[in-house]
Every structure is written in structure tokens, then in C-alpha cells.
């Protein structure tokens, strides 16, 4: 765990840096076992100011993920409600064919 110092380094920023995929392949080695030597992740050196603008970005970033994980579980628990409610009988498909994407 890195818990950086507040007054010099915005702690998204920094972990939206090391985070990011390609800096994590470009620092990692092996392909069964996969080492990852953090001395070898870019973090760019930049202001306070800077970096919290960043690091706000990639605050933003991260919860537009976690927005985006819970939406797909809700539509794939949401189909399968629906699945099982249609086997059960509760729904009854349409009489006309519905069009398929």
C-alpha cells in the first residue's frame, strides 16, 4: 500500500497512474506468475495544482467504472429475473415476433 504525503503528491493522481494498464504491463514480467516491480511504473513529475486536476479526472474515471460494473450486474440480474419469471410462466412472450439485433 502507498499512502503518499497529502501536501506533495494527490493520492488519485498517483493511483490513477500506477493503475493504468499499459504502465502495469511495461512494469510487469512473467506470464504464469506475473511479478510487477513498482520501481519500474511512470509517474510523471508535474505541480500540486496539476496533479489534482489529473488526479480529479481520474477520481471521475473511477467511479464511472464502478457505475458501469453495477449497471451490468443489474441488467444481467435483471435478465435473469426475467428468464426465470418466462420459464415459470409469469411472463408469456409476445404473440408477434420480436426483432432480433
Known amino acids: 500500500m502507498v499512502r503518499p504525503d497529502p501536501d506533495r503528491l494527490d493520492s488519485w493522481f498517483l493511483a490513477g497512474f500506477m493503475g493504468a494498464d499499459d504502465n502495469i504491463s511495461a512494469a510487469s514480467t512473467g506470464s504464469s506468475m506475473i511479478k510487477l516491480d513498482v520501481r519500474k ?52 412472450p409476445p404473440e408477434s415476433p420480436m426483432s432480433t439485433p
Request: glycine share 4%; charged share 25%; hydrophobic share 50%.
Open 41 to 92: 511504473l511512470k509517474v510523471p513529475l508535474m505541480p500540486l495544482a496539476d496533479q489534482q486536476r489529473f488526479g480529479q479526472a481520474f477520481r471521475h474515471l473511477a467511479e464511472l467504472r464502478r457505475a458501469a460494473r453495477e449497471t451490468a450486474a443489474r441488467a444481467e440480474q435483471t435478465a435473469a429475473d426475467l428468464m426465470s419469471a418466462t420459464i415459470a410462466g409469469a411472463l408469456v
